[in-house]
């Protein structure tokens, strides 16, 4: 299993197949309204159309990486960027970050200790750690670590095009 990293721009709409349900032909209400179902059925597919398009137009890029690999990255990177590091056993959530007090903890802390199966990050966040990233872009190239230099330039075009993530 690995983990997906979709960086997206915002939509503004809902995905209407979570929203709503398909009309069905079955449905009591239209028993007797074959017009309205057509109606219906017509406005939900122009929807999910618009949504799909949307959608398509939303995504930037992705990231994919295994839920260990994710893991020993963010253990690395905390280090390479001089913020903090992690104790404890990391693998089996029996551990604590610990990290510099600086105007910025917050926005790496929730990158840092993020669920790495769900959720979302935002653009705040992400610029944030691209400029830690990149203050520290020597000590990341240095570091012989492909991961950790792929990921960055993720977090940099992620940056440039003022996109969230999506962890899926």
Same mark, same amino acid.
């Given at each position: ?42 406005? @939900? ?6 949504? $799909? ?31 903090? $590091? ?23 802390? $929730?990158? @840092? ?39 960055? $330039? ?15």
């Amino acid at each position: 299993m690995s983990l997906a990293i979709i960086a997206t721009r915002e939509i503004g709409m809902i995905d209407p197949y979570q929203q709503y349900s398909r009309p069905s032909s079955n449905d009591f209400a239209y028993r007797n309204n074959h017009a309205k179902y057509e109606s219906d059925i017509k406005e @939900f597919e122009q929807l999910s159309e618009r949504y $799909e398009h949307l959608s398509e137009k939303a995504w930037v890029k992705d990231y994919t990486i295994g839920y260990i690999q994710f893991t020993l990255l963010r253990q690395k990177l905390v280090k390479l960027i001089e913020f903090g $590091e992690f104790t404890g056993n990391v693998m089996s959530d029996n551990y604590r970050l610990h990290y510099k007090d600086i105007e910025d903890a917050q926005n790496l802390k $929730e990158f @840092f200790l993020h669920s790495d199966c769900d959720g979302e990050l935002g653009t705040e966040q992400i610029e944030v750690l691209n400029k830690h990233m990149q203050q520290h872009s020597d000590a990341i190239l240095n570091s012989g670590e492909p991961g950790i230099i792929k990921f960055a $330039e993720f977090v940099k075009k992620s940056v440039e095009e003022n996109v969230c993530w999506k962890f899926i």
